[in-house]
């Protein structure tokens, strides 16, 4: 990840583009302190009480706080995030998509691929295959 929010995801069309508001992460402390903390480390696992504790808020409050500020849950921004994370990784990287499933912080590869089904609207597998297909066309 670059860094750079809303992440660029290229030719990748979001069939389920939650409605997050990313001015949020500018303008609010703890929520700066979490989106800094998730592009110095993309492919950590990240509970919702690690997050709280980065944001330095209570664990009992930052939910209600995040899902306030930012406009959607923190697993919806979380599994967002980690799938852009994900499209960059099959876009540039040859690596297996367990591999980018793990490098992008995804427990399995069964959570994974249904994640990013739900957020794109295909597979990873799919996704790589129309990727190449088009770069294929491009030559």
């Known amino acids: ?13 979001v069939q389920k583009s939650p409605q997050i508001v990313w001015r949020s992460f500018e303008y609010y402390s703890p929520l700066r302190k979490l989106l800094g903390y998730v592009s110095e480390h993309p492919g950590e696992a990240l509970s919702l009480a690690q997050a709280a504790d980065i944001a330095s808020l209570e664990y009992t409050h930052f939910a209600a ?3 306030e500020k930012a406009g959607v849950t923190f697993k919806c921004w979380i599994d967002f995030v980690r799938v852009c994370a994900a499209v960059q990784m099959l876009e540039s990287v040859d690596k297996s998509i367990t591999e980018v499933a793990q490098d992008s912080g995804f427990e399995d590869g069964t959570t994974f691929c249904r994640t990013f089904r ?5 597979t ?3 996704y790589r295959r129309r990727r190449l297909s ?3 066309e491009l030559k």
Request: net charge positive; charged share 20%; proline share 15%.
């Open 1 to 13: 990840m670059s860094g750079k929010f809303p992440p660029e995801i290229g030719p990748l069309i």
């Open 65 to 67: 706080y995040f899902r």
């Open 118 to 122: 739900r957020v794109t609207g295909m």
């Open 124 to 126: 990873p597998t799919q």
């Open 134 to 136: 088009r770069l294929d």
